[in-house]
């Protein structure tokens, strides 16, 4: 009898470090701005940012993407950027501390990124990251995204073919409405998040390596497809990335993105759908033989008023239903009643206006919630993965127009980000069985985002 109480705690302890470990990779949100495409382009950081700094693309900045980042002005620039991100936390209650950080008032240089950035030719470019996390202490690879490209004309239409080559799912789309690139866009690792999320929302980011090809058709209608694997543990461990988090994928996950970016009165409207099949050997455990299951399906739409120097308007949305069949988490914790199967709906929406591409004011809200499962979500007293909140954010940018004493490479941003959790974890109230509320989540960002 004790050696089997011993096999489930061990078994059970293992899920939950899994699930942490999934959950630290979750909560570090993408941050790009790489000033080298400007003076690529020789035009300021407003005319491909919205709100004169990155990551949200403008229209112009979405077509020098999508043509594989290959428009240029001049004969050569260095295809080298760097940004910098530090900020003060502040929670409504204090956190389990982050190792050599306070539970409280924290002030940290989130992350460091150095980036090789350019076009080479009419049909190559693309950027790699590589990032110092602040928190972690810690080096690794970043954000990738390679692509060749070719545009052509057919009967009047303008078609654009490309392939990317890329390190997570969604950083190679242009839309501010999937997970890569989508508001917030900065957060610390030191504010405190809910454990659940669906495996779209960045989990697979750094750690996997995937083709896409894709048809910008017209400038208005897309269509991309291609797949996922994982790169090699070994491979993965040097590139600074833990390979068990969340998992290897096994065999290749299918991705499939479709959208439409019509015009509509002053701006561009854009509707699409978007979707994911991945099998996962959860923490890289084979000894079941069985595998985690994860079907995304998922709409976003987004709408864009944005001209460079002048006021811009934005709202993005999406809608992403995820099904779960985690039959060798299951069967790791070795709970059979109703344990795999499971499914997470996650919605969120942001709008933002800008004035004059300088001083912006940003209203995010998010809601997550799924079915209740007494394995999966043991750390929850309510044993339910609901959490839902908003996010506020002003801030101003400094020299998206390009008139920074420094140079048209320098560029900055001061924010002021405030999240308000009204669920977190499965309840309002409690949710952890030791008295925790949602509102002891809450939390106040100040930032400084740096990049040249």
């Given amino acids: 009898m004790i050696r089997i109480q011993d096999g489930i705690t061990h078994a059970v302890g293992l899920v939950a470090g899994i699930a942490a470990a999934a959950l630290a990779l979750l909560t570090a949100t993408p941050a790009a701005a790489v000033p080298a495409f400007a003076v690529q382009t020789g035009k300021p950081c407003q005319n491909c940012h919205v709100g004169g700094f990155g990551p949200q693309l403008t229209t112009f900045g979405r077509q020098f993407k999508l043509q594989g980042y290959t428009l240029r002005t001049g004969t050569l620039n260095v295809p080298i950027s760097a940004m910098a991100i530090a900020s003060l936390t502040d929670t409504a209650r204090p956190q389990p501390p982050a190792p050599n950080f306070a539970p409280n008032n924290n002030l940290a ?88 999320s669906p495996l779209f929302n960045n989990a697979l980011a750094q750690n996997t390596l995937g083709v896409t090809g894709y048809v910008w058709l017209d400038d208005e209608f897309y269509l991309e497809a291609g797949v996922y694997g994982s790169p090699g543990a070994t491979s993965l461990a040097r590139l600074g990335v833990d390979p068990t988090s969340p998992g290897s994928i096994r065999n290749l996950a299918p991705y499939v993105r479709l959208a439409a970016q019509p015009d509509l009165g002053p701006g561009q409207l854009e509707l699409g759908v978007f979707g994911m099949r991945t099998d996962i050997n959860p923490g890289l455990d084979r000894s079941t033989g069985l595998a985690d299951h994860y079907t995304d399906l998922g709409v976003d739409a987004s709408y864009i008023v944005s001209s460079p120097g002048d006021n811009s308007y934005t709202v993005n949305a999406r809608y992403l239903h995820e099904q779960q069949s985690l039959d060798a988490t299951c069967a790791l914790a070795m709970a059979t009643n109703g344990c795999s199967g499971a499914s997470l709906n996650d919605f969120r929406i942001d709008g933002s206006f800008y004035w004059h591409d300088q001083y912006g004011v940003t209203l995010g809200l998010f809601d997550t919630t799924g079915q209740s499962n007494s394995v999966i979500y043991a750390g929850n007293r309510t044993a339910k993965p609901d959490s839902a909140g908003f996010v506020v954010q002003a801030d101003t940018t400094l020299f998206g127009a390009g008139s920074s004493p420094l140079g048209s490479r320098f560029n900055s941003r001061v924010g002021l980000q405030y999240t308000g959790y009204t669920e977190f974890n499965g309840a309002v109230s409690n949710y952890d069985g030791a008295g925790g509320n949602a509102g002891d989540n809450n939390t106040v960002r100040i930032f400084l985002w740096v990049a040249y």
């Fill in 109 to 196: 240089v989130d992350q460091i990124s150095l980036f090789l950035a350019g076009g080479v030719g009419d049909h190559l470019g693309g950027f790699v990251q590589a990032t110092y996390d602040g928190v972690a202490k810690a080096f690794h690879w970043d954000n990738l995204d390679m692509r060749a490209t070719d545009t052509f004309t057919v009967k009047d239409k303008d078609v654009t073919l490309g392939v990317s080559l890329n390190n997570a799912p969604t950083v190679q789309d242009v839309w501010a409405t999937l997970p890569a690139w989508g508001f917030p866009y900065t957060t610390s690792t030191l504010a405190p998040s809910p454990s659940a």
